[in-house]
């Protein structure tokens, strides 16, 4: 039997931001807060960063725009020619609308896959699922995890913790084999 | 939560104020008396006057689409756009040198100094234009669209302030109902033709079907430059302390960020259009403004009115930046003066851009009378609208 870490059940989503906020001055790094409902203030209260996904979009974006602009400059202007309505090979106004469709391709990859990336998707299983009672998070439920990975991880003290910060339901995550 | 009312009543010397007015309108008449037969200084007058104008025109887009969406956000801001409003009726008065210099403005007028040398019955395009652009209906486009903006602002502000006094909140359905209202429809159609008559027909056998949201965009971004300076400036002042926050001016840059792409994309798309489709009397209009200087006016446009912007604010720190906002705010209003006077001069000067004394002296001119005038109406009435029930949610307004 191995253990993942301890979760404990809250009942509002006001309870879940203070317990956020206990977890956090208490020194803890590896947990997470888990809610049927986007809550507002939870990243603060978690104490996460703003996420970098601005800049992998902004570095895709000019990517893209780059992109864009030297293909069609090196297909126009340079491998194929042609002589379209008069204009000169090199007309850069022209290439301005497949410059922006191109950085906003880019920028919607960089985007998703960042997205994907930063949030460890696609994952088929996580060790919350151990617990049974968990399934109530989808509805009227609010849980605190802390994982085993955290530097301060010690079992009995996480769960007098989560107890004396308010929560129910103190279950430790363990695989069945 | 108790506000000091000491933050959010304006007050400046009404004499100052008047004096500032007085001035201005006694330069501008100099220059006029001055410059009475110079198509020069017309000219300049036009894009002294387009250039202040546009900044209330752009006010009065913001405060509809803030009643009629019921916003939050921008009740804390909302008194001072409607502060801006009333400075229409001075702008009604300022618009008469235009009337009476409009032979030597307009060449659609057969009086047109262009028809001494050119028959004016032979040009096909202007005859086929002349239903709409002649002398009498013009006028009274002109005064059906000052009128309009006169009952709008008169409207909107009288009901505003007077909510503060008796705390009656069916002012707020009112306005939202007025708002709502065909005038909303009526005020978009007369900027548009606003920009058709007076800068469009500058240049009268050229047209653009984009011209009328090119005015609406060059305007709204010009009046979110003016907002976001005077909010800065009021808060340097020790005005709107604890009211207005960064959080404001967080959305004020979003806004400036976000219709800087707009004009962007619209001034694109009206370049792109006529430059692709190749047709002389269209092009004829760019290639008078790649002649000269006027090149040098084009590339900064879209270095100074794109680039510039976009790169400085796109980043969230930026926008939180006051410093940096202020700045900006001022660079914008200066590039939408440099818009302004690349869409009217080359009618006048084919060479190259000129900046001369009339240039100069209706920019005082009207700057004198448009602050002045701002801030005499500013200290009129408390910059909140108090009664608002959603002023405490505006002022606790928080990004996420």
Known sequence: MNTYGVIARFDTPLALVHAAEKVKDAGFKDFDCHSPFPIHGMDDAMGLKRSKLGYVIGAMGLTGALFGFGLQTWIHSIEYPMNISGKPFFAYPAYAIITF???????????????????SIPRFHHPVFYSDKFSRVTSDAFYVSIEISDPKYNEEEVKSFLEKIGGTDIEVLKDEN | MKLDSKTYHYSSKKSTNFILMFAGIALLSIAWFAGFESKEFYFSYLTSFFFWLSIILGAMFFTFVHYAFSATWSVAIIRVMENT????????????????????????????????????????????????????????????????????????????????????????????????????????????????????????????????????????????????????????????????????????????????????????????????????????????????????????????????????????????????????????????????????????????????????????????????????????????????????????????
């Open chain 1, 101 to 119: 469709e191109l950085m906003v391709l880019f920028s919607a990859f960089g985007a998703v896959f960042g997205m994907m990336y930063f949030n």
């Open chain 2, 85 to 400: 409003l009333m400075l229409i009726p001075i702008f009604t008065m300022l618009f008469f040198p235009i009337i009476a210099g409009m032979e030597m403005l307009f060449k659609w007028l057969p009086d047109h100094s262009y028809w001494l040398t050119h028959s004016f019955e032979a040009d096909h395009l202007i005859q086929h234009k002349l239903p709409f652009l002649n002398k009498q209906f013009f006028l009274q486009r002109a005064v059906a669209y000052f009128s309009l903006w006169n009952v709008i602002a008169f409207y909107i502000y009288f009901t505003s302030t007077k909510h503060d006094t008796d705390a009656n909140h069916n002012a707020l359905i009112k306005l939202k109902n007025f708002t709502m209202s065909p005038i909303g429809v009526l005020l978009f159609t007369s900027i548009t033709f606003a920009g058709l008559d007076w800068l469009m027909s500058l240049d009268p056998h050229w047209y653009s079907t984009m011209y009328g949201v090119y005015t609406f965009a060059g305007s709204f971004l010009a009046f979110l430059a003016f907002l976001t300076f005077t909010l800065i400036r009021l808060k340097d002042q020790g005005y709107l302390k604890d009211i207005v926050s960064e959080e404001h001016f967080h959305d004020l840059g979003k806004y400036l960020f976000a219709f800087t792409v707009f004009y962007c994309y619209i001034a694109g798309a009206q370049f792109y259009f006529i430059w692709y489709t190749n047709i002389p009397e269209e092009t004829i209009w760019y290639l008078h403004r790649w002649v000269g200087s006027w090149k040098t006016i084009s590339i900064l446009l879209i270095v100074g009115k794109f680039f510039i912007p976009f790169f400085a604010l796109i980043f969230r720190g930026s926008k939180r930046n006051l410093r940096l906002l202020q700045f900006m705010s001022i660079w914008i209003l200066f590039m939408h003066y440099i818009d302004i006077n690349f869409i009217v001069m080359p009618t006048l000067h084919h060479d190259g851009f000129h900046f001369g004394i009339y240039d100069i002296a209706s920019m005082l001119g009207f700057a004198a009378i448009f602050i002045g005038g701002f801030r005499y109406i500013m200290s009129r009435s408390p910059l909140v609208p108090l009664n608002d029930p959603e002023l405490i949610h505006s002022i606790n307004h928080r990004n996420h």
